[in-house]
């Protein structure tokens, strides 16, 4: 199997950021997420209020202490939400193989991309930067432990490799609180026999790390401080939609050729429901016309399938209704509200 190429992406200070990107006199100041009231507790808070030792989970009150001058903020949850589905569009143009972790971060799977990771690092940072106007770190290497410590390496706005020979010298130092899956609790209970960095870790046989972590949690650990670690992605919570989209060269305004476009494309996305036994709601086409406007059409069907034929009367109703007065550039068509087949099965006899 080839080595995996992993990116691991995760947005600085992200609620923070989101205060600072809408309203700018914000920029540059240390801005708190959350109350300072006396059961206030911190959200996050940006980079600048950070240098006073504020930091997520914390107190509103201590935070206030710590930093007398920084600007508390409510959260305002709605919006932290719309910000985190145009970053991840932007994540799903480079590949559809994304585990999505929270709200602000995410693993992609790049193996088989034709571009190289730290290319594609790039492009992610620039265009989260340029069309969204935030700052997003990331990690690159081959595993999901190792992608996520990058990402953390030049936070905020940072891109970082970790190459398999760097792997014995950048883990070692580490303090055992930086090994994920390794709790505080244990992390605790490790210090008290002498045990705080990995390099400390690495001397433990399975035997003693066992006593420590529990059998199964035990070789996960012995494992992956050696720099491996073998998870895939969590694919299933990511996989909302499955779509296509085609850039046209001349002039296309028939709807006929439309519908025969989105068909095939229809076609695709219908055996690949099939293929992974999954049934959709939801059908959605995109038409960007040659000054880049662009409009979508959804139509949510009454029940889930992964019938071509259905699917394919939504389809033609959307492109029927649509008025079509420009030069378009590009089509595309989508199928979201998706779920396993069979838990619908199931919960339909229910
Ligand atoms: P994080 O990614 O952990 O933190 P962050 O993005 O603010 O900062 P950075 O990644 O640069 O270190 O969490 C993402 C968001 O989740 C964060 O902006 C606010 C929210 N959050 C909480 O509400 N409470 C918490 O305890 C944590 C850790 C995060
Ligand atoms: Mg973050």
Redesign the pocket.
Known sequence: MAERKILHV???????SVEQLDDPSFKGKPII?GSSSKRGVV??CSYEARKYGVH??MSGLIAKKLCPNGIFVKPRMDRYVEISKEVFRILHEVTEHIERV????AYLDVTYSDRSPCIIASWINASVKKRIGITISVGISYNKFLAKLASDWN??DGIFEILPNDVPNILKPLNITKVHGLGKKTAVRLNSIGIFTISDLLQCDRQTLSYFLGKLRSDEIYNRIRGIDNRPLNLKTSRKSYGRETTFEEDIRSKPIIKEVLLQYLFELAFKLVKTNKSAKTVTIKIKFEDFSQITRSHSLLSYTNNLQILEEAMIHLVDNLTINKKIRLVGISLSNIVDHKNYQLSMFD
């Open positions: 995760d947005l600085d200070a992200f609620f923070a997420v959200a996050t997520s989970a929270s709200i602000d971060e936070k905020p």
